[in-house]
């Protein structure tokens, strides 16, 4: 019987270490995982932990675990009893490894050097506990040992955010460092003409259109994706940027105050684009007025004789042309007639746009272009601008134009079985949100399907822009695929306001059961409409 004990005893320890080792780890994984989707900064982290993701911090696990530790301090084999029983209690992951992420962890030199801190942080109540263990009486040793794996899963956030701030000084000197080599790149490039471009909404979309436009006379490089941080330019310049490349395109992105004067303090535009002011981001600006101020930096940022090229229609937009240190191209798809370059005859439906431009000199040429919705006139005449600037004719960039392909996730037109798919899964804001109910009406083969969760971060404003959104919903669709009860629950207001049927009103906990359901009841000539793909920030939770 004293040979049984220590086996037992040994066995279940071993058992107990395994899986909390195991799930320790997926669940500081998951926590870095949200730390990286908030950029790495500490105070983004915390409010995410307090308004989406307190419920992932105390498990059922946690409360089985403080009666196990109670067990094993009261008797020997209660001990082995709490210790083969915390393997079974602390053996699923599945809460963590069942989540849906589109953007998986990735595990850059940051990320290691932060899940190293995390894991150091994390070891201290386990080695805590290690010593009782074998210092002290079995029955102590094991409450004590199990105890430091419990605070150490527990408190996983609170590691996470503890090497985030321990780690913090040597990132910000490794980030100064990457900046120093960008600018000094930049500033050695006397012959380079960078382009930089923000806004709402649309900025990725201008992007790309003015790199197609331009490449038509010069060797250009545009910044991937949405590579519209800091970090994301330093890396394009540092790493992509070649002695034969002549224009230099930078998407630059806000969330906070003081972002545009950050990017521009890295790279200073020859010529600036801002495509549109919208509520984007009102939960951390707090008005339009704020958001309309910190694009307006972007002007202020440009060198000396800097060119502005600016969406006329927008009149937050066209009051920021008093900020611009040069000349100032105005543009506009019919609503402010002494642009400089003005759009006309508009047609659209499922298979682009068409419509005639006149530019700055009088002339007039057609344009057609695949991508979808009215909204992209406008952002196709930012780029006419853009060419005209730089000295091409309107027949060269017509012709630029008709090339252009749909931007993945954003009005993406593409097939997906019998059905249509309108992939709009990019897009959180209420202007451009109803663009892509407008472009879904213009289908009238079959069924008309959207599937949303609604717009996030607009602050105070966030209800009533879901319920407006609702409420012209109801006119172009025939039947509504909501995502999450609560969080749709304006949208589904709204519908109702415009007595939209119940019957095709539905609303389903994950885009995974929309999809299923989609797949299972859409025919041939239908069409869907995936509007906003919310962050996993968002979806991360109970």
């Known amino acids: ?4 004990f220590p086996t037992l005893y040994g066995l279940g320890i071993a058992a107990a270490t395994l899986t909390a080792l195991w799930r320790g780890w997926q669940r500081l994984r998951f926590y870095l995982h949200m730390l990286q989707l908030e950029t790495y900064k500490p105070p983004r982290f915390w409010s995410w932990l307090l308004s989406r993701g307190r419920d992932q911090v105390l498990r059922v696990s946690h ?8 067990a094993a301090a009261l008797h020997r084999y209660g001990a082995v009893a709490a210790a083969f029983l915390w393997a079974i209690a602390f053996a699923s992951s599945r809460h963590y490894l069942g989540f849906q992420i589109k953007k998986p962890i990735a595990f850059t030199p940051r990320m290691k050097r932060l899940a190293a801190a995390t894991v150091g942080c994390a070891a201290v109540p386990v080695v805590a506990g290690s010593v009782l263990a074998f210092s002290t009486t079995p029955l102590q040793g094991a ?7 419990l605070v150490a899963d527990l408190l996983a956030p609170l590691w996470v955010l503890l090497a985030a701030y321990i780690t913090a000084p040597y990132e910000r000197g490794i980030q100064e460092g990457f900046k120093r080599q960008a600018r000094s790149t930049l500033h050695q490039r006397t012959d380079l003409q960078v382009i930089a471009v923000t806004g709402s909404y649309g900025k990725t979309s201008v992007k790309f259109i003015v790199a197609e436009i331009l490449r038509q006379r010069a060797n250009v490089l545009a910044t991937p994706g949405s590579y519209n941080t800091p970090m994301g330019i330093c890396l394009v310049v540092n790493e992509q940027l070649k002695p034969e490349h002549q224009m230099l395109i930078l998407e630059m992105g806000m969330r906070y105050r003081g972002d545009i004067r950050e990017l521009c303090g890295i790279a200073s535009p020859d010529l600036g684009i801002v495509t549109s002011v919208g509520p984007a981001h009102l939960e951390t600006m707090g008005s339009i007025e704020a958001i309309a101020a910190e694009k307006g930096d972007l002007l202020a940022g440009l060198k000396p004789g800097g060119i502005a090229v600016l969406n006329a229609d927008d009149p937050h937009v066209d009051e920021m042309a008093a900020r611009a240190p040069g000349k100032v191209w105005r543009v506009s798809a019919g609503a402010t007639l002494n642009a400089d370059i003005l759009a006309r005859d508009i047609t659209y439906g499922p298979e682009g746009v068409a419509f005639i431009v006149r530019d700055d000199t009088g002339a007039e040429h057609p344009f057609r272009s695949q991508l979808l919705g009215q909204h992209n006139v406008l952002n196709i005449l930012l780029g006419v601008a853009v060419g005209r600037h ?11 134009v008709a090339r252009i392909e749909p931007i993945e996730h954003r009005l993406q037109l593409r097939r997906q079985g019998t059905y249509t798919i309108i992939d709009d899964a990019f897009n959180a804001n209420p202007v451009g949100a109803r663009h892509a109910l407008d472009v879904l009406g213009a289908f009238t083969g079959g069924k008309r399907v959207i599937v949303t969760p609604g717009m996030v971060e607009l602050g105070a404003r966030q209800e009533e822009e879901n319920r407006i959104f609702g409420e012209y919903m109801a006119g172009k669709v025939d039947l509504a695929l909501l995502i999450g009860a609560e969080q749709t629950r304006p949208i589904q207001e709204g519908l109702r306001r415009k007595n939209f049927p119940e019957d095709r009103l539905l609303v389903y906990p994950s885009f995974a ?9 859409l025919k041939a000539g239908d069409t869907v409409l995936f509007e906003n793909d919310l962050p996993d920030t968002y979806n991360a939770r109970s």
Request: aromatic share 10%; hydrophobic share 55%; glycine share 10%.
């Open 1 to 4: 019987m004293d040979l049984l």
């Open 63 to 70: 409360l089985l675990g403080l009666l196990l530790i109670a």
């Open 143 to 149: 409450a004590g040992y199990l105890l430091g794996w």
């Open 390 to 400: 730089y000295g091409l004719r309107l027949r060269q960039i017509a012709h630029a």
């Open 513 to 521: 059961d929309a999809r299923a359901y989609l797949d299972s009841h």
